[in-house]
Each structure stands twice: as structure tokens, then as C-alpha cells.
């Protein structure tokens, strides 16, 4: 029997399906912990393929690709006498049944294979569709220590925990792939210290750190002692390999050096915003993409959509382009260039007036007795979006759309249009938050920002009322409520998902809140035409809310 047990933690950040170099993070984070002096080595959850990896592990060859790479582990870190075992994770094959599992590999050798039980199967997660449930998993002996490697879901309802203490478990080991909501950093620590204090054994969580189209893991990997007391956390938003020392007590206890690190975990609007930093970053660099393009109004969305790009990939790497019509103000103007000088980014100007003159001549005769109306106006901004795209294909940089969650939600925005593009940083944040965020980016740069310090946001962007600027004089309270009441109303709507009637009497207006569920449902369509964008709240548009288009039911009465 062992007194003392050095637990590494490598909360890395995986391409989901690149497995050779997921591989290769594997055995450098095992080398870095053999460095420290490790016995055994903690993984996120599904580290070898990437989490999550959907349909790829109903494919066998991409099964047999995971099955080699585990081989090749083995041999790798066979080589290094008396090296760390790993808890390799990573979906895994038995008898034809497939399993989101955890390997203990000791000295070269696959020592025991445990199974999640536990399988999430609501909002983003849809593992029933290409896992098997595992077996409640037994307990494992090493190094003279018993251990409990609960995976995820596992752990977030008391009944595996519970049969692992009842198996004698002395700590947890728990790998995970959570992604970031707001305020879920907070939930996932009282949720862990309701495990520990139920069972009095302490528990290491190691979370997944990166972008992987809309889900952002944030990392922020932690520990808590038998006590209940904070052990080791990781920073958030970054990968790193931390070692802890574990040291059996006189009553058997295991208890964690205080010499562990523990990084403060970003709250509010600074882990919303370096979630849309990395988010975006991640899904350019994984897919290669050189840079962005982005369209340049002179409003908000835009300007917020620049800086979490210049933050993300840096001022070089960001196309800001202005594209006014005969409808835009010289303030937009203006307010566009200011902003891209304070990004430290370029901006050029290409006039849509043209387009405007050849489309209004070609389509006269068929619009001939007709005033103009919103078929002009979409014209404005499907002209921008061919702009945008022919830069994208002729140069290789990404269109990143600049809508927000208000926007989509009422469908205020124009398909083809200002919806054309490969990703939306601003998808799942209202208006509100949107303003908010400005506020906070003048005021604050993100650690490992690629942006300039100080202000990058001009304060007239944030205070004159938002417009589209599609025909004169025009502004977005012309067609929608202000965007406070509005903000209300869809929250609760979406992450509330609550009545009309409900929403009424919470003080808004009938008739409004029937308007507003109206527009909801009614652009459906459009939203499943969107890009994919970071994903924020409990609810974003997409896997976590699934609606018919075609859809009878109103609910305008209760």
C-alpha cells in the first residue's frame, strides 16, 4: 500500500477526428508528466478522437484508426521505466459494441477498460445514437490506491459515484468534456462538491479546453479534497499539464498538497468573451482557414464581431470591409474607419451602388407598378453578401457573419444577405449582451488576446440607435421593440420557454409578446440556414433548440 500518489492532469485542447495528432498531445502531455515526476496521468473525455465525434465512430475504419493509435501509445510509453500510467480516453470497440470508455495503460499494457454508464442525450449531446451504455463501472487497484474513473454524465446524479464509494473508491478520477455555458462554471463546482460530500472522497475533474464548431470547452479543470475544499484548478480557456501530490492520511483520507495551483475562474462577461475568442479561433485555425472578412456597417454587431476576431487571430489575419449604398450615413462611415484604426486592421471601401443600379434595371419589368419595399432592401444586403463571398473565394478568408441572437430570433436578418457566411461569433448573444460586451472590451483585454489594449470600440458605435441602413433614415426600433423589453421577452421565451400568457404576466404587453412569438416561430426557416455560431447560453439556435418549420401550434392563448 502507497501513501502518496502524483496525479497529473492534462487538460488539452483535440482536433475531433485528427487522431494521429491527438496522438501526439497524448504521449507529449504523458512525457511532460513523466517529467514531473507523475504515477498516472488524467485525460479529458474522448481525448484520442475529439469530443464530441458524432457519427465518425459509426465508421470502422475511423474505429480501426483508434485502435492502432491506442497500440502505438502503448509501445510509446512502454519505453520510459516505471513512466506514468495513462487514463487514456477515447470511444472504444467490444464484441461489436461501441463504448465511450476510459483505458488504464500501465508500462505498455491496456490494464482495464471502464465504460461511461451514464449516456447524455439532450441539448448538444446525442451519445445514445452512437454508444452503448456501459455496465456501472467497478472500481480499479492501483499502485496499492482504489479508484473510482467515473466519465462525465457520471457524475452529475449521485449513482455511480455512490457505487464506486460503496466498491471502496478512495478517489475519483473523472474525465470530461463540458462545454461552456454561461454561469456553468459555478454549477459543474457545487455540482462536484455535492458528489464529494455525499461520499467524503475527493474527486479531480479534468475538462476539455478548445473549440470544436459550436461548442467551446473551457477547461478550467479542478479538484476537490475529501472536505470539500478546493485541491487544484486549472486555468480556463488554455491548455495545460499540472501535477498535484496526493498524500493518505491517518484516516485513510486522501488529501491534496497545498503547493497545487489554483487559478481564479473568469466569471461573467470575461468568460463569455474569451468563449467567443477561442471559439472563433479555434474553428478558423482547425479548418485551416487563413483569415476572416468581415463586412463593416458602422454599427455594433460589426464592430464587436472585429475585435473578437483581432483578439482571436490577430489585426494581419482580419479583412474588414466598408460597403455603403446611397442610404448610408457619413457617421457609418466614419464610425467603420475609426474602429478598424483602433483594430489596427485595414479597412477598403467597395460601393454597392452599382449593383443596386444594375439589379433595379434588370428586375424594373417585373417590379414595373410597384413601390419599393423590403425586396430593395434585401437586394442592399444579398449585394454585400456576393461581395464578401467573392473576396472569400478569391483570397481563401472566411465570411464572418455579424448577426446576433435578437436578430435571428424575430428573423431580422436577410437570407443570402447578411446571413452569408461561414460562421457567427455573435449567434447566441442578445443585443443586450452585445452592448454590454462592448463596454467590457474597451475597458478590458482578454488574456492571450492578439489585440491592441484600450479602446477598439468607438463610443458613438455603442451609443447612436442601431440601424441597417437600407432605406433613408431608417432604424431597428422601426420594426422591432427596444431591445431590452425584446431581449426579455425572447429569454423567455427560448431559455425559459415560457407561455404567452406567462410572459404577460410578467408585465409585458399581450399584444406585443404575441407578435414577437409569431415572429420566432416564423423565422425557423431562416435559422436553419444559418452558419454555425459559439454557442453561449443553455438554449442557442441549433442542436440545443429543435423546432419544426412547418408548425401548426402558436400557443398565442395559454
Partial sequence: MTNMLAIAIAQLNPIVGDIAGNM?????????????????VLYSELVLSGYPPEDLVMKPAFMGHLRHAVEDICARTSV??????????????????????????DQGKIDTVRAKNDLPNYGVFDEKRVFS????????????????????????????????????????????????????G???????????????VPMIYCNEVGGQDELVFDGGSFGLNGDGSLAV????????????????????????????????????????????????????????????????????????????????????????????????????????????????????????GPAMGAFEQMLGPAFEGRDPDIAEENIQARSRGIILMGLSNKFGHMVLTTGNKSEMSVGYATLYGDMCGGYSVLKDLYKTTVFNLCHWRNEHNPPGSLGPDGMVIPERIITKPPSA??????????????????????????????????????????????????????????????????????????????????????????
Fill in 24 to 40: 501526439e498531445k497524448v504521449v507529449a502531455a504523458w512525457e511532460t508528466a513523466a517529467d514531473q515526476g507523475a504515477d498516472i
Fill in 80 to 105: 520510459r521505466e516505471n513512466g506514468p500510467a495513462l487514463l487514456l480516453t477515447t470511444p472504444w470497440e467490444i464484441e461489436g459494441e461501441r463504448f465511450n470508455a476510459v483505458l488504464l495503460i
Fill in 133 to 184: 451504455a456501459g455496465p456501472m463501472p467497478d472500481v480499479v487497484s492501483f499502485r496499492g490506491v482504489t479508484l473510482g474513473m467515473p466519465i462525465c454524465e457520471d457524475v452529475w446524479t449521485p449513482k455511480v459515484v455512490g457505487y464506486l464509494k460503496d466498491r471502496g473508491a478512495e478517489i475519483f478520477l473523472v474525465p470530461n468534456g463540458s462545454p461552456f455555458e454561461a454561469d456553468k
Fill in 186 to 200: 459555478d454549477l459543474r463546482r457545487n455540482l462536484i462538491a455535492d458528489r464529494v460530500r455525499e461520499t467524503g
Fill in 233 to 352: 484548478a486549472l486555468p480556463a480557456f488554455a491548455e495545460d499539464v499540472v501535477l498535484t501530490q496526493w498524500q493518505r492520511g491517518e484516516n485513510g483520507t486522501w488529501q491534496c498538497n497545498e503547493a497545487a495551483p489554483k487559478v481564479d475562474y473568469p466569471t461573467g462577461l470575461d468568460a463569455i468573451y474569451q468563449t467567443l475568442v477561442l471559439g472563433l479561433r479555434d474553428y478558423v485555425n482547425k479548418n485551416r482557414f487563413p483569415g476572416v472578412v468581415i463586412g463593416m456597417s458602422g454599427g455594433i454587431d460589426s464592430a464587436l464581431s472585429a475585435a473578437v476576431a483581432v483578439d482571436a487571430l490577430g489585426p494581419d489575419r482580419v479583412r474588414l470591409v466598408m460597403m455603403p449604398s446611397p442610404y448610408t450615413s457619413a457617421e457609418s462611415l466614419e464610425d467603420a474607419e475609426l474602429c478598424a484604426n483602433m483594430l489596427k486592421t485595414g479597412i477598403e471601401s467597395i460601393n454597392i
Fill in 469 to 558: 441602413e437600407l432605406r433613408p433614415d431608417q432604424k431597428d426600433e422601426d420594426s422591432l421593440p427596444p431591445y431590452d423589453v425584446l431581449d426579455d421577452i425572447l429569454h423567455q421565451m427560448i431559455e425559459g420557454e415560457r407561455s404567452v400568457s406567462e410572459i404577460v404576466d410578467s408585465g409585458h404587453d399581450a399584444a406585443l409578446v404575441s407578435r414577437v412569438w409569431r415572429l420566432l416561430d416564423r423565422a425557423e426557416y431562416k435559422r436553419r440556414q444559418a452558419p454555425p455560431g459559439v454557442k453561449i447560453t443553455p438554449r442557442a439556435f441549433g442542436r440545443d433548440r429543435r423546432y419544426p418549420i412547418t408548425n401548426g401550434f402558436t400557443n398565442l392563448v395559454t
